[in-house]
Each structure stands twice: as structure tokens, then as C-alpha cells.
């Protein structure tokens, strides 16, 4: 059973295009975070939720908007997408705010052209 | 400003022998750390973490860490590497409880034969 579980794994397309990447985990964590991952393999923390309240809001375009429907979910929806959003983003969760992103997604590979 | 910093991009290391990952962080005061681990096309695996208590951890897959308060790092250690240990790992810091994890660069480890 995947602990972190994200889709699409890969998702390519166009500029201007809509698109979400929904996550869900199964281990009963209240908080569950989303991260990028740039082309140099850097990480960013862009957003976190802990029973389904936003608690971080890093410097993110608006056209990134996270969306958690309950504590098992947290998808992230993008808008008018654009080539400099091409990156990995990284689902995670934990069970502690302290003990943060302990478990991580396989991550979305996403490709705009 | 806070910052993470793993002085080595890269490193390649024999089968066998030991290993050693640097990780320095900037922060007023202790805060959490950790070391994860990458592997090609995969999520992030939490190696091990320190909040308190002992300086040296011991984390998954015969990985250990020791916090040094006096030279504000925290370095992972392995006594002897296997080919499988060969991935990008990556220290990261959290300052607040709210989870906010900052990562350092990350450090490419090659195994040899």
C-alpha cells in the first residue's frame, strides 16, 4: 500500500493549459505539504495544510492554488500554466507539524511545452 | 538569513568504504534537522532527524548523524557504502513548528565498484 500517493506521475503539456495533481496518503497524518522541485534538483516548500487550514503560503504565483477537500487530500490546481513551471512537485505528509514531510510522494514530473 | 549549505555537489565513493556528507546550517538557534535521501526518479526517504537530546543519531540503512552546536553542522556518516547507497541526499532544516522544511542543495553520491 503507498503511503504518499500522487498523479498523474507524469503530465506534459501546453502553455496556457489548466492542470491539477491530486495527492492523497493513507498513514492518518494531519498535515500534508506540497514542494517543487527545480531542473538543479532544488527543493521549495510551497504550501502546507494541517486539518485541511493552510498554514504555509510560500511566495507562489496565485495561478498556484492548493485545494484540500479533507486531511487524506491536498491537490494543487495551476492555472494559464507557463514553461518556468516545468519541475518535479513533491506531495508529502506527517504526523507532526514538528516532524515535517516524513513521507514523501513519487513526486509529478511536469513538462509545459 | 537562514540558510543550508552542503558544500559538496558531488561526491563518488568505493564500495565499501565509508562516507561522509557535509551539511552547515545558518539559524539563530537549534533547529530541527534532518537528512533525506533521493534515489533516480523517486521521492524523498527520511534518513533520519534530530530535535534533541543524544548528538549522534542513528537513522535507516546503517546511516548516522551527529549534531555539533559549535560548528552549526550536521553531517551524515556511513562506516561502510553499498552500491544501492548511491543517490542525491539532501540535508534540510525546519525553524518553526509549523514544518517549514528548508533543504540544502544536495549532494550527488556515485558508487563505485
Known amino acids: 500500500d503507498t503511503a504518499v500517493s500522487q498523479t498523474p506521475k507524469y503530465l506534459v503539456t501546453q502553455m496556457g493549459n489548466d492542470k491539477s495533481i491530486k495527492c492523497e496518503q493513507n498513514?492518518?497524518?494531519?498535515?500534508m505539504y506540497w514542494y517543487k522541485q527545480d531542473s538543479k534538483k532544488f527543493l521549495k516548500i510551497m504550501f502546507s495544510?494541517?486539518?485541511?487550514?493552510?498554514?504555509i503560503n510560500e511566495t507562489v504565483p496565485n495561478r498556484f492554488s492548493p485545494k484540500s477537500p479533507d486531511k487524506a487530500h491536498l491537490n494543487l490546481h495551476i492555472n494559464s500554466l507557463e514553461l518556468g513551471d516545468s519541475a518535479v512537485y513533491f506531495c508529502?505528509?506527517?504526523?507532526?507539524?514538528?516532524?515535517?514531510?516524513?513521507?514523501f510522494g513519487q513526486g509529478t514530473r511536469l513538462t509545459v511545452v | 538569513a537562514q540558510s543550508v549549505t552542503q558544500p559538496d555537489i558531488h561526491i563518488t565513493v568505493s564500495e565499501g568504504a565509508s562516507l561522509e556528507l557535509r551539511c552547515n546550517y545558518s539559524?539563530?538557534?537549534?533547529?530541527?534537522l534532518f537528512w533525506y535521501v533521493q534515489s533516480p526518479g523517486q521521492g524523498l526517504q527520511l534518513l533520519l532527524k534530530?530535535?534533541?537530546?543524544?548528538?549522534l543519531v542513528q537513522g535507516i540503512k546503517g546511516f548516522e548523524a551527529e549534531f555539533k552546536r559549535s560548528q552549526s553542522s550536521f553531517n551524515l556518516r556511513k562506516p561502510s557504502v553499498h552500491w544501492s547507497d548511491a543517490a542525491e541526499y539532501f540535508c534540510?532544516?525546519?525553524?518553526?513548528?509549523?514544518?517549514?522544511?528548508?533543504f540544502g542543495a544536495g549532494t550527488q553520491v556515485v558508487v563505485t565498484p
Open positions: 508529502a505528509s506527517s504526523q507532526e507539524i514538528v516532524s515535517p514531510g516524513a513521507f
Open positions: 498513514l492518518g497524518h494531519d498535515t
Open positions: 495544510y494541517n486539518n485541511k487550514e493552510l498554514i
Open positions: 539559524y539563530g538557534a537549534t533547529p530541527y
Open positions: 534530530y530535535f534533541s537530546g543524544d548528538t
Open positions: 534540510a532544516v525546519a525553524t518553526d513548528s509549523w514544518g517549514k522544511l528548508q
